[in-house]
């Protein structure tokens, strides 16, 4: 019982990180008919933003803001101007096609200017022990929960308490009409990538402390979040926020009862399930976007 609860709340923790990366899968589109392939490197890439403003001497928690504000500007303005906007006119397929190429081109950019070798990160909650129950349970992966959920608790409050929020939902379901009620769908849209820029951003900083930050680490990470947001829903925050942290139970526990060699290959069965048996996700709602 207590090597479970162990599981169960070092597998929340790593489905939270799946969960925020999911959210913003779901929120592109949502609102842009955007599917990011990229979404794991932008997880990679703020830690090494960050590690960067360390190295110049900055204290952590300059970096912090550093990194956010960077990658705001790359990763959201700079993504959606330079390559969402450009593409996407031609369809969603050449779209998907150059996130896959950015994903890439990023992996091997880090890789060739900053470092091959895994960099040890900063941890904004401390590494000690603490007793649950009887259970033995890192203090990292309980404040990365909190935080993990602390922003997906505040994202559903934009979404659902704020004029904002309703002006972006609007824009989601239908941008046509939204645009004749005089919502500014543009600016909707810049604001999910904005929203997407800070999920990540917040996401590296819970995730590198313990995987460290490495040119490889969007890989697995974008899979898995993929993964989880296809099994939830799609169309759904909620859907997403479920199947990140169904994703991150199904690693810890077949690997701690099945074998590691399947903590990858047990969620994309269950995605494959999933798939043949309720296409829309878990929580998702079947339904035709109108333009």
């Known amino acids: 019982m207590i090597d479970f609860l162990q599981l169960v709340i070092a597998g929340l923790a790593t489905g939270a990180i799946y969960a925020l990366a999911a959210i913003g899968f779901t929120l592109l589109w949502q609102t842009s008919q955007t599917i990011n392939f990229a979404q794991g490197e932008f997880v990679m890439l703020p830690a090494f933003f960050m590690l960067a403003a360390v190295n110049l001497g900055l204290p952590f928690w300059l970096a912090i803001l550093i990194g956010f504000a960077v990658t705001l500007a790359l990763l959201g303005w700079g993504f959606k101007r330079m390559l969402v906007d450009p593409m996407l006119r031609h369809g969603v397929l050449p779209l998907a096609i150059g996130t896959m190429a950015l994903s890439i081109f990023m992996r091997e950019s880090v890789k060739e200017f900053f470092s091959a070798e895994a960099q040890p990160f900063p941890s904004v909650v401390p590494g000690t022990n603490m007793e649950i129950l009887g259970a033995v349970v890192s203090l990292q992966n309980i404040g990365v929960l909190l935080v993990a959920v602390a ?141």
């Open 151 to 291: 922003a997906v608790l505040a994202l559903q409050f934009l979404l659902t308490r704020t004029s904002i929020g309703h002006q972006m939902q609007a824009t989601a379901q239908n941008p046509a009409v939204a645009r004749i009620l005089g919502v500014p769908v543009d600016r909707m849209i810049l604001y999910t990538f904005a929203i997407n820029a800070v999920l990540v951003t917040l996401a590296a900083l819970l995730v590198a402390p313990t995987s460290h930050a490495r040119w490889d680490a969007g890989l697995s990470l974008g899979l898995l979040a993929f993964t989880a947001a296809i099994i939830g829903g799609f169309n759904q925050v909620r859907g997403a926020l479920f199947g990140g942290f169904l994703v991150g139970l199904l690693q810890n526990w077949s690997g701690y009862y099945v074998s590691s060699a399947y903590r990858e290959a047990i969620p994309l069965v269950l995605l494959i399930l999933v798939i043949l048996w309720r296409p829309q996700g878990l929580f998702g709602v079947a339904e035709e976007r109108r333009t």
